[in-house]
């Protein structure tokens, strides 16, 4: 599983750093509310899509990621008063409403 981060959300991470801190300094960003398996994932894209695709997950003799599940430590740009305010569901609505003409969003 991965914390996906809203392009916007990425954006104002960045800038909150820029503008808050006095030295550069290494920082974290995603969304640790936003967290999704490959699987959830494409559950996801093919629901807010509107298509019935069928989705294969998990076949038995597959190779699991051995990096396990990935979250970002984002406390250091919470101390800034920086907060992620897309979900994965809004994020993914809105990228496709942007760039797929056939979805329902349009």
Partial sequence: ?????????????????????DAPRVANVGNPRAILSVA???????RLS???SDIECGQE?????LAG?????????ESLCWQPQTCAEEGFRRTLGHHVPWTPMH
Avoid at 40 to 46: D, F, H, K, S
Avoid at 61 to 65: K, L, Y
Avoid at 69 to 77: E, G, H, Q, W, Y
């Fill in 1 to 21: 599983r991965r914390a996906y981060c809203y392009l916007a959300d990425t954006t104002a991470a960045l800038l909150t750093l820029a503008l808050r801190l």
């Fill in 40 to 46: 959830e994932l494409a559950q996801l894209l093919n």
């Fill in 50 to 52: 509107g298509l019935s």
């Fill in 61 to 65: 003799g597959e190779v699991q990621s």
């Fill in 69 to 77: 599940d990935i979250f970002p430590n984002t406390a250091k740009l």
